[in-house]
């Protein structure tokens, strides 16, 4: 069946350090690969998202990485920022079923000044 | 703003009551996904509308969730006799008619059966 799989579930840094999320992936026809960053009380906001492709793909401070072999993809935050402060998720879509995004369970990120 | 857009954003409520919420998503995206999150999880897959035709819904969605979209455009979930476990984040989704594998998110609706 479809799974995701993320770690860690907490991460506290130093603002400034780099923070790493890593997650696997059950679907091998899963070729899309999306990181959301939530808010409190907001919705999740896509930030990053890569293709099956390509191994790596960067936007300023964040980077998303994928292997495909071996079922995992990771976000890389460089620099962080106390705004970078939330819960961020990794996601598949699982196209037997109209590309519902199967979600990871989480990461709460705190960057601390 | 031309974001996806939910309405309302919360929503208290007794046990039994029933509920609607609203999604309209982005202008011309032809596919929605309604998600339920709990506290301390990812969203959770309820439903997906391909234009006006409910093609999926999740076994979550019991015979009290009903959802529409009936022109196309704007979406509605409704949950008759609520209950307290139905108390949870509703968030709705849109992706595009092309390429379309990213999912754009509303802010969502918060719900509170007590």
């Known amino acids: 069946g479809e799974n995701v799989e993320q770690h860690p579930s907490t991460l506290s840094v130093q603002e400034g350090d780099s923070a790493v999320i890593k997650c696997t992936y059950s679907?091998?026809?899963?070729?899309?690969f999306p990181w959301y960053k939530q808010e409190l009380g907001k919705g999740p906001q896509l930030i990053i998202d890569?293709?099956?492709?390509?191994g790596e793909k960067k936007d300023q401070r964040i980077a998303v990485t994928l292997n495909k072999t071996a079922k995992h993809f990771s976000l890389h935050i460089t620099e962080t920022q106390p705004e970078d402060s939330a819960v961020y998720f990794c996601?598949?879509?699982?196209?037997?079923?109209?590309?519902?995004?199967?979600f990871g369970q989480g990461t709460e990120l705190s960057v601390k000044p | 703003d031309t974001g996806v857009s939910q309405d309302p954003r919360h929503k208290i409520t007794k046990r039994g009551q029933n509920v609607t919420f609203r999604c309209d998503p982005i202008s011309e995206h032809n596919r929605l996904y309604w998600y339920r999150q709990t506290l301390g999880q990812g969203p959770e897959f309820l439903t997906y509308f391909q234009n006006e035709a409910q093609l999926e819904k999740s076994r979550l969605l019991s015979d009290r969730f009903s959802a529409e979209r009936p022109k196309g455009s704007f979406s509605t979930l409704e949950i008759q006799r609520t209950e307290q476990g139905d108390s949870a984040m509703y968030l709705c989704?849109?992706?595009?008619?092309?390429?379309?594998?990213?999912?754009?998110f509303g802010p969502g609706t918060r719900l509170t059966v007590l």
């Open positions: 679907d091998s026809a899963s070729n899309y």
């Open positions: 996601a598949a879509p699982f196209y037997n079923q109209g590309g519902k995004l199967i």
């Open positions: 890569i293709r099956s492709n390509v």
């Open positions: 989704a849109s992706s595009p008619r092309t390429g379309g594998d990213e999912q754009f």
